[in-house]
């Protein structure tokens, strides 16, 4: 089987379209993976690090107001859809997989004049327009939110890497801690803000540091690349802090951690409620509040907290923040209530759906689960 995976830009749309290329993989070692992408995007460097090939279109931005950049948008999306469909011919496609993103419009548009099968995956409460007009191309919509209203949607989770979907937090939470230099002791808070990190959740965490050491909590604070050179360790009174731009094994920080302060895009709020870990989560206030609806049903479900980004300070982190981490009991019940909203497999649930769009068997859609090793695993 031939499949076109159709998620650029973002870690959001890049990660699940890997993590069901892996679970594609996993059912048949033989499918053959094109991963469209940008010049510019994050998949130029996950893309191949995963062992999957990346196939380059143009990058076309839909302006949202009517700007004179709207006259160019026509002639750069033929181009793009021209290059996209080259692609679908080249691999003789049997299905394309889209996810959303500057990718996702040429895709669907080049799949549906060239009569191939679309799939279609909404990770947002709020679809995005690309995902909204490929709705309009096929029946088979699936979405990683349950009340994402969509045309033909259907609520089927966020496909995620089965090193964090298979996560066991409690066994490996001391080699975890070892690792990043953690005590096995003491409650501990991951801090992270996204693939480049988040001014205000860093300057905040830093303004607070004291706090926490006087609290006896210790600190994994992912800064992002652009915000350090390399790790840095503030550890003061025997209590650590520890400061790196960046975690590949996010999975590992996951299992040291008691909660996560960090933003709450789609992936994130996935993958936090898929290993149980409660999150107070700082919404990026962009677009229509898509990161608010995102940790709403966590909050509500009492998996986490919320702050407003306006309303995140040193304060804040005193009374509600500080009070959650040296709370065990109310720890464990949060923790608990986040894991009963995640979804582990819907990785291999998609998976079999796009199998079974491809090759009219919907026979496939009941495999069983298997979490071996991931193909293309290089870290």
Not at 34 to 60: D, H, K, S
Request: glycine share 10%.
């Amino acid at each position: 089987m031939r499949v076109v995976l159709a998620g650029g830009g973002t870690a959001g749309h890049v990660e699940p379209a890997l993590a069901l290329a892996d679970a594609l993989r996993r059912i048949n070692p033989d499918t053959q993976v094109l991963c469209l992408g940008t010049a510019r995007g994050l998949e130029q460097r996950l893309v191949p690090m995963r062992g999957y090939e990346l196939g380059e279109i143009p990058a076309v931005p839909l302006p949202r107001k009517l700007t004179p950049q709207l006259l160019s948008v026509p002639g750069r999306l033929a181009n793009a859809i021209s290059t996209t469909a080259k692609h679908l011919e080249r691999i003789q496609a049997d299905v394309l997989v889209g996810f959303g993103g500057y990718v996702a419009t040429p895709g669907y548009l080049a799949a549906r004049s060239r009569r191939i099968p679309i799939v279609v995956h909404e990770a947002n409460p709020l679809p995005g327009l690309a995902n909204r007009l490929g709705a309009r191309l096929t029946p088979h919509v699936f979405t990683g939110h349950p009340h994402t209203e969509i045309r033909n949607g259907r609520y089927i989770g966020i496909p995620l890497r089965t090193r964090i979907s298979s996560l066991d937090r409690l066994a490996v939470g001391d080699k975890a801690r070892a690792k990043f230099g953690l005590r096995p002791d003491l409650p501990t808070l991951l801090i992270f803000g996204g693939s480049q990190g988040a001014q205000v959740i860093n300057q905040t965490a830093f303004d607070s540091a004291e706090d926490f050491h006087q609290a006896g909590i210790q600190v994994l604070h992912v800064v992002g690349p652009k915000n350090a050179d390399g790790p840095e360790d503030r550890t003061r009174g025997g209590v650590p802090y520890v400061v790196v731009p960046y975690v590949d094994e996010m999975e590992l920080a996951y299992a040291a951690a008691d909660v996560a302060m960090c933003r709450s895009g789609a992936l994130t709020c996935a993958e936090l409620t898929a290993v149980g870990l409660p999150g107070a989560f700082v919404p990026l206030a962009i677009g229509n509040g898509e990161q608010r609806l995102n940790a709403e049903p966590i909050v509500q479900a009492g998996g986490g907290l919320m702050v407003a980004n306006s309303e995140l300070n040193r304060q804040w982190i005193r009374e509600q923040l500080i009070p959650l981490l040296t709370d065990t009991d109310r720890i464990v019940a949060m923790s608990e209530a986040a894991a009963r909203l995640g979804r582990r497999d819907a990785d291999m649930a998609l998976a079999r759906e796009v199998i079974a769009v491809a090759t009219g068997d919907r026979s496939g859609v009941d495999m069983p689960i298997d979490y071996s090793e991931e193909p293309g695993d290089t870290r």
